[in-house]
């Protein structure tokens, strides 16, 4: 569970996460974030992808992160749209955050944008 960690307090001096962040239900995004803080030592480093991109990148559907829960499984188990990883067959919700939410969770920490024109990535990190 990422949101309590068995380690303990700066049991590691840096802690990478990637693509982790939003398959975790958005309100125990905060847990999350302590948690990463709480056992780094040095500093952590979080990659997320960008609500404000353009293509969801688990399911490869432009906008997909945009449509209401229903209309997403209305798409998929439906019409069987299968683009991307994620199907019916292993259907999962994903809330991509944006960076109002990731500065909110992970405060004092720096949030930056990776990628052109529209980030495609967020990066949160702090150093200590």
Known sequence: DACQLSFSDGAFD??????????IPQDKWPAFAREIQRVAAKGFFVSTPNYWFPFEPHYLLP???????????????????????????????????????LLRAFEGARVDGWGIVVPRHWIVWSKF
Do not use: D, M
């Not at 840096?14 to 398959?23: D, K, P, Q």
């Not at 994620?86 to 944006?98: A, D």
């Open 14 to 23: 840096y802690v990478f996460s990637n693509a982790t962040l939003e398959h």
């Open 63 to 101: 906008g997909f992160q945009w449509v209401p829960e229903g209309g997403k499984r209305f798409l998929l188990f439906r019409l069987g749209l299968k683009l991307g990883h994620k199907t019916k067959h292993n259907y999962e919700v994903i809330c991509l955050p944006r960076k109002s939410q």
